[in-house]
């Protein structure tokens, strides 16, 4: 169960986001951890992100190629640069990316620079480092080799190992039919299991594969703890619900009502600027929650949503480093 403890331990690790973290001033390292939160929320973070990626940061080298790439729908020449320079620090998530660049402009052209990694050769690459840190017992790195290799066993690995998005994958990928079970109820056991364990760890999908298994099973109450724990860590499309819910608009799950904590919640989804897509829902919602409302408990709302953003990490849609 998550409690003030889990919390704290979130909002430390957002100010070393890394372990490149140190060699960072505090003002690149400033930089990276607001740029990755605007990533996390589909806003806008290149100057942000290239601070610490031109100041030689892995991880904001990482994230800055992804948002080049995002932003352009391919890898561009600059986006390729920054997760070269990403893998030469050991990302795997950047390696994985150049082993999946089928595409390359200069592999069409035949003009690639002599000594240029192609595609396969990212791919042995990864999986030879990923593989040495598996076996080690990295379970973030077993998740690298499911990624790299398709192989269910790695996936497997990295949830046994405690990876917390590893165990929701795989409770995902048990519900696809992936995985061998000679009894039937066994797969949606072990379904269950690994949601548990990833809501445990702390992973927000986890969370909410965990609650929906809940309520299809007829836990009323473990959906709305798990929820509620979602909404904790920020997860932005779970505040939007769980401030809803309390707000009774609509009333789904038996929430109790408290209609100031729900329009604070729901409130705080404008700083979005429409990160997420979920500004028009926002835009509906707002309108119906404070007609039931007073100006004294508009106040009072708003009051509490400051209190709420200073106590809590930052809104996150939470997305998968390779999802895009």
């Not at 003030?4 to 390292?29: G, H, P, V, W, Y």
């Not at 790195?141 to 497997?156: H, P, R």
């Not at 519900?175 to 109820?185: A, D, M, R, T």
Request: net charge negative; proline share 4%.
């Amino acid at each position: 169960m998550l409690n003030k403890s889990f919390i704290t331990t979130i909002l430390i690790c957002l100010a070393f986001i890394s372990q490149n973290a140190a060699a960072l001033t505090d003002e690149q390292l400033s930089a990276k951890t607001k740029g990755i939160t605007l990533y996390n929320q589909y806003k806008p973070a290149e100057s942000e992100l290239r601070i610490a990626a031109e100041a030689g940061d892995g991880e904001a080298q990482f994230y800055l190629a992804e948002e080049l790439r995002q932003k352009s729908q391919y890898i561009t020449p600059e986006a390729k640069k920054w997760l070269e320079l990403a893998s030469s620090t050991g990302n795997f998530y950047a390696m994985l990316r150049l082993a999946r660049s089928d595409d390359d402009l200069c592999k069409s052209l035949n003009n690639c620079p002599p000594g240029q990694k192609t595609p396969a050769e990212w791919l042995s690459t990864v999986k030879e480092e990923a593989t040495q840190k598996a076996n080690n017992g990295d379970a973030e790195a077993a998740y690298i080799m499911y990624l790299a290799s398709g192989q269910l066993d790695w996936l497997e690995k990295s949830a046994e190992s405690g990876f917390a998005e590893g165990q929701w994958l795989l409770s995902t990928r048990y519900k696809e039919g992936k995985g061998s079970f000679i009894l039937p109820w066994k797969r949606s056991e072990a379904a269950e299991r690994w949601a548990q364990a990833s809501a445990k760890g702390g992973n927000p999908k986890g969370m909410m594969e965990y609650a929906a298994i809940l309520y299809e099973n007829g836990d009323v109450n473990g959906f709305r703890h798990w929820n509620e724990q979602a909404a904790s860590i920020s997860f932005a499309t779970t505040v939007y619900g769980y401030g809803s819910d309390l707000a009774h608009e609509p009333d789904t799950y038996g929430y109790p009502y408290d209609v100031v904590k729900g329009y604070a919640l729901v409130s705080l989804l404008k700083e979005l600027n429409g990160g997420g897509g979920l500004d028009t829902s926002v835009a509906d919602k707002l309108p119906k929650i404070a007609e039931k409302m007073t100006a004294t408990q508009i106040e009072q709302a708003k009051k509490y949503a400051i209190e709420w953003k200073a106590s809590h990490p930052p809104l996150s849609f939470y997305p998968e480093k390779l999802g895009l």
